[in-house]
């Protein structure tokens, strides 16, 4: 593996999934691994879990790792071309290639502008660190996917699911602000990649891009979604096709406790941070069903199974 952006970076998934999980039961197993290798992040925007549990990767594969909030060094210009007497004082082109040469791995967050849909989708930012590094690039959540958070996912799927073929169901939920669509875009093609009955629940004006959704079941009707399932994927976003914009607070589409019981027993997953009482009632996050915070524990085996990967091929 060179780069990791989208689940067409893994050769063979069952194999990673597995691999999270080895590295989970043993995470210093593999501790002499990057010996000497240097790992750079840089966050254009707020992370919890991802910084935290990608350093901890790192960390346990014995690699050093330097964490930087990308908005404390200069204002750098992503655009080819551009004569530069405004704000921006540093190219990509410069910038990239720089970082390249204090690190070996260089993991990039960055999120969508919501207003330039074209622009967010061609992932721009991520692909010009890309076109200009030198050393393999991590997404660690782009403009429109979120990968180490599906892997961490379809980790915690595979530790808990009852049927060879769980029945899985992303619900959209309210949310006051709007939210990128990068999580359930990857949620969706992690795990169409793998042996479940995937179903997509949202009310109407919701639709996600199509490159994402393809093939899958959706329904506006969130209670004749949950009948059954075995997971609930739990997130909000704004709108695709009215890019960024709020359309609905609808609270009906909170989900309850009461929801819940029309599942198989079903459990309720979210990537966090969440909105108590807004996406999910306090009852259901309380609950024995919750399994956030084991998905943010998975975070750091993901994040390791994937370096281990880069690590070997590098
Ligand atoms: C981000 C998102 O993509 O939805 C990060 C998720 C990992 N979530 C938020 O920005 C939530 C912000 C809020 O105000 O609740």
Redesign the pocket.
């Known amino acids: 593996m060179k780069n990791f952006e989208s689940v067409a970076d893994v050769a063979q998934l069952s194999a990673l999934i597995q691999k999270g999980i080895d590295l989970k039961a043993d995470p210093l197993k593999a501790e002499s691994l990057g010996k000497g290798k240097t790992m750079v992040l840089l966050f254009f925007n707020p992370s919890l879990r991802t910084r935290l549990s990608t350093q901890k990767a790192g960390i346990n594969l014995g690699m050093s790792v330097i964490n930087m909030n990308a908005g404390q060094g200069w204002q750098l210009e992503f655009e080819d071309g551009k004569v530069m007497n405004m704000d921006k004082a540093e190219h990509i082109r410069e910038a990239a290639a720089v970082v390249s040469q204090y690190a070996d791995i260089i993991g990039i967050r960055t999120?969508p502008s919501l207003t330039d849909r074209d622009k967010d989708y061609s992932d721009f930012i991520l692909h010009q660190f890309m076109r200009y590094a030198s050393v393999p690039i991590v997404s660690l959540?782009s403009a429109i996917r979120?990968p180490l958070?599906s892997l961490a996912d379809l980790i915690t799927i595979e530790e808990h699911k009852k049927t060879a073929r769980p029945k899985v169901v992303l619900s959209w939920a309210p949310?006051p602000?709007a939210?990128?669509q990068?999580?359930s875009n990857s949620f969706l093609e992690w795990v169409n990649r793998t042996d479940a009955e995937l179903v997509i629940t949202h009310p109407e004006g919701y639709e996600l891009a199509p490159q994402f959704t393809q093939g899958i079941r959706i329904t506006h009707d969130q209670r004749e979604a949950f009948e059954g399932a075995d997971f609930i994927y739990t997130?909000?976003w704004s709108s695709f096709n009215q890019y960024g914009k709020i359309l609905s607070q609808d609270e009906a589409w909170m989900i309850t406790s009461e929801k819940m019981a029309l599942t198989n027993q079903g459990k309720f997953m979210h990537?966090?941070?969440v909105?108590r009482n807004v996406v999910v009632a306090d009852s259901v996050l309380n609950s024995e069903a919750s399994l956030v915070i084991e998905q943010a524990n998975n975070r750091t085996y993901a994040a390791q199974a994937v370096l281990h990967e880069i690590l070997n091929t590098q």
């Open positions: 999120f959540e979120h958070q949310h602000r939210l990128p990068a999580v997130k909000n990537c966090l941070p909105r």
